[in-house]
């Protein structure tokens, strides 16, 4: 603004000097000192003074709507954070919500080995092994946790899928069809209560089960009444979910068509019809990562007619992803990892599938150790033992995360050898870390109390109870 009022003065005075001086010349006018000062001096300022009144109106105007603005963005600002402090409060004295789930069947993978295995050697501090395939900027081998079995499921299977253009993508499928026969047995069951179900409750969905080629290669009546006289009332159940957990950072390379395909591939496998199979891919930002995770859980919990498998699978086993990753970080670690939980609603009744387990999701926790208390669980026989039991889902390195970590359990006497934190056996590949670490906590089931801590849900814990032992101490929580 400066800048504009020197060059309007400027001008004025430019111009009306040269009006004067040739005014003064053709009246052979002599000027005095006070002439001078008049026409040069004060004759130029007032002629700008008059020009640039309009332009200080303005800029007077548009500076007072500004602060009438900012004042009411401050005064907005300061009724939102007190709003958003009144509603932690409310949370923080919120009733604790307990929402309560069956585990039929669960399934971990890692280049450590398969469920329990993967803890016992992020125990003993495994490390990463030399990757000849991978290589860093300079060619050199780097360090991965490869799951070597995924390289003979992709030789073995090896076709030019135009759906899957990357090797990257092609692994995390491996990964998924690899869970996916780990709950044949439990899929079997419960394709037989999907079957028996729409017999019972749903005309439409018997039909197409009579005329479904698995059941006429089985040779089932069509008769109406010998279809209705089979013995044995089932619970209703009315679909299965397939729940994939990825990150979101692949959702352009992710093909949409495999969806349908893990559908045909179902309901062929199983004699399903499709109605009955929902498939849905979930693509997790990391820094919401476990909190949509639990969220998805306790949404399975209200499904009373419902039975899912959650799947979440990640891998960075791929040059190409990794050539763009070396440029922030040389050392860069790449990882591959999958788990699995076959769940339901508790109160859902499933013929001749058992759950292994209890899982029961609790929110608006604010005292662990008043929680803990509340429901008779003793650690003092855990403290004794040198077995971790403090299972971090979050990195550990960062001050302000082990600041949290130690203030949430100040009263429980803890020592070092009780904590593990299996993020520090993923690499770099921490996008669903913390997911894949909260589903292997369900692998733990060797009399152990083991507790879990994420700073994305503060208040929210999850806990496993072992059906085989009714002991208190085989609960698991995990926060």
Known sequence: MIKRIIQTFLVVLVLSSALVIYYWRDIHYDPSNTDLLLYFGILPLLLCLSLLTPYFIYKAVKLYQQRQKAQQDRVHKSAQTQQQELENKEDLYKASENYTLNIFSAAAWHSFGKNAEIWQHMSQ????????????????????????????FLEENSNEEENVPRLRGQRIQQLIQQQLEQHEESLRLISEQLRRSALFYDQELAYQYRMHPGWIQENYCEDEENIASIPGAVSRLNCLNLHILLADHITHEWSDLYQEQLINQIEQQYSLVSTQIHVECHFLPADRACSDFLNLVQEISGESH?????????????????????????????????????????????????????????????????????????????????YPFLVLLDETAQFKTMKKILKEYANIDFETEHVICPQRYLGHTQHLAATFAAMLSSHLLDNVITINCSTQQESSYLYFKNKKNEQLNEISLVA
């Not at 490390?127 to 991978?134: A, K, M, T």
């Not at 339901?344 to 803990?372: C, F, G, M, Q, W």
Request: proline fraction near 3%.
């Open 125 to 152: 501090c495994r490390s990463p092994e030399l990757d000849s395939e991978l290589l860093n900027r300079f060619g050199l081998p780097i360090l991965a946790y490869r799951i070597h079995a995924v390289d003979q």
């Open 306 to 386: 419902e039975i899912s498998l959650i799947i979440m699978a990640d891998s960075e086993i791929d040059q190409e992803y990794l050539d763009n990753q070396f440029w922030q970080n040389e050392h860069y670690i790449a990882a591959e990892y999958t788990a699995s939980w076959c769940l339901s609603a508790h109160e859902l009744d499933v013929e001749d599938l058992i759950p292994s387990r209890i899982l029961t999701l609790s929110k608006y926790v604010t005292d662990l150790y008043a929680y803990l208390d509340q429901h008779q669980v003793d650690l003092s026989s855990q403290l004794k033992h040198t």
